[in-house]
Nanobody, 118 residues
Framework: VQLVESGGGLVQAGGSLRLSCAAS????????MGWYRQAPGKQRELVAT???????NYADSVKGRFTISRDSAKNTLYLQMNSLKPEDTAIYLC?????????????WGQGTQVTVSS
């Protein structure tokens, strides 16, 4: 499985960005995809996840500002980020978790940089 993120960039505080993550390879019909982020000197943290059934989960810090969605037909994950803050600056990574009868598989993308200026 390969994941390729895009859509990052430099934006002023209060602005918006939309991230995309294109998945390819052997994608199970049931999986969970998510966005994580890692700022310099900090641990990687969950931003939001979404299941194939559409159930979502958000970090408290992004609730009401970020929206995760997916197009399962295209195996593509999105993250709409509004009202961006300087503390949202980080590398944003896409992850897919797939579970078989005996194993759980996690795959990560390379990440896309998001920089929010004050």
């Amino acid at each position: 499985v390969q994941l390729v993120e895009s859509g990052g960039g430099l934006v002023q505080a209060g602005g918006s960005l939309r991230l995309s993550c294109a998945a390819s390879g052997k994608i199970f019909s049931r999986n969970t995809m998510g966005w994580y982020r890692q700022a310099p000197g900090k641990q990687r943290e969950l931003v939001a996840t979404i299941t194939t059934g559409g159930s979502t989960n958000y970090a408290d810090s992004v609730k009401g500002r970020f929206t995760i969605s997916r197009d399962s037909a295209k195996n593509t994950l999105y993250l709409q980020m509004n009202s961006l803050k300087p503390e949202d600056t980080a590398i944003y990574l896409c992850k897919i978790n797939q579970v078989s009868l005996t194993h759980s598989y996690d795959y990560w993308g390379q990440g896309t940089q998001v920089t929010v200026s004050s």
